[in-house]
Nanobody, 122 residues
């Protein structure tokens, strides 16, 4: 059973940066895609970005493209999300996830982190 433990997040001002981490244990995730989603109160879970098993291919949601970067370190079994130029609309609870293939649909992912709050203030 793969377990994902997230860290990072917190409160940041508009234009600031944050990095989220997602450490996997209980199994090898190097052959799987790893993604990030977010969910704001009263809204559906939104795709943020995903990286394939090797780290060579990434996809992003339109609202974060050019500002966020997804990366992974398979030697450390860890996924990262670097968020730059943060906006108030980025405020949400962020979740990491592991799935067999890169996908923009949450249902395609098998394992999920516990979520971490990111709050961007103006």
């Amino acid at each position: 059973q793969v377990r994902l433990v997230q860290s990072g997040g917190g409160l940041v001002q508009t234009g600031g940066s944050l990095t989220l981490s997602c450490a996997a244990s209980g199994g090898t995730i190097s052959a799987f895609a790893m993604g990030w989603f977010r969910q704001a109160p009263g809204k559906e879970r939104e795709f943020v970005g995903v990286v394939n098993w090797s780290g060579e291919t990434t996809y992003y949601g339109d609202s974060v493209k050019g500002r966020f970067t997804v990366s992974r370190d398979n030697a450390k079994n860890t996924l990262y999300l670097r968020m730059n130029n943060l906006k108030t609309e980025d405020t949400a609870k962020y979740y990491c996830a592991v799935g067999r293939l890169p996908a923009k649909i949450a249902a395609r992912y098998e394992y999920w982190g516990q979520g971490t709050q990111v709050t961007v203030s103006s």
